[in-house]
């Protein structure tokens, strides 16, 4: 799949989660410039409203009020018009969250090593929860505690690590449609 290359626009939301560093963003961009269709930065969203940042937002409200507006925000998102939404890391984790993703969208999980992350996120100061440490290490245990659930969130799993985003938005574009996207 070529950057300029231009698709359909899916008849759905696209909701792209996976751990933090896993190339949601870049993916969600990338989607976005193909399609036409309107990307959705939960994180930036979240922010712009709050008129914070988003360690601002957990220094002063803590990580439950930072959750609470995520799940307003997939609220609102899933009663609006389709659109790709690049989730921040933890929003797959509160099943009310997922159930909002899939009220009119497909669920895509991306994935990557510990190590891919760790590259990824260096010298990153914007995600609280990495701040104190960002080895693979920590990276990896933090990820195997929320794998479960971001498997049992996902409709579609796409590995993203040594891959353009237009490759894995071209298997996303295979994959989605392959299973009919209009049966969410
Ligand atoms: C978080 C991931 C971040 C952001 C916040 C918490 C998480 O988003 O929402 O720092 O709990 O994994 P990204 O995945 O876009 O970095």
């Known amino acids: ?52 940042t988003i360690p601002e937002i957990f220094a002063k409200h803590g ?34 969250n997922v159930a909002l993703m899939k009220r009119n969208g497909k669920v895509v999980l991306l994935t990557a090593a510990p190590e891919t992350i ?8 914007t995600r609280p929860l990495l701040k104190d440490n960002q080895s693979a290490a920590y990276i990896a245990d933090m990820m195997e505690a929320r794998r479960p659930r971001y498997e049992a969130a996902a409709d579609i799993v796409i590995q993203t690590d040594d891959r353009t985003a237009e490759e894995i938005c071209g298997e996303l574009l295979t994959k989605v449609r392959g299973m009919g996207e209009k049966d969410v």
């Open 1 to 52: 799949m070529k950057d300029h290359e231009k698709i359909a626009p899916f008849s759905c939301n696209i909701a792209l989660i996976g751990f933090m560093g896993t190339g949601k963003s870049t993916v969600a961009e990338c989607l976005g410039r193909m399609s036409g269709m309107r990307v959705v930065e939960m994180d930036e969203e979240i922010a712009a409203r709050q008129g914070m």
């Open 63 to 96: 990580e439950r009020y930072f959750r609470s507006l995520e799940t307003g925000l997939l609220r609102e998102l899933g009663s609006g018009g389709n659109c790709i939404i690049s989730c921040g890391g933890g929003a797959a984790l509160r099943e009310e």
């Open 118 to 125: 760790a590259r990824r996120v260096k010298g990153d100061s």
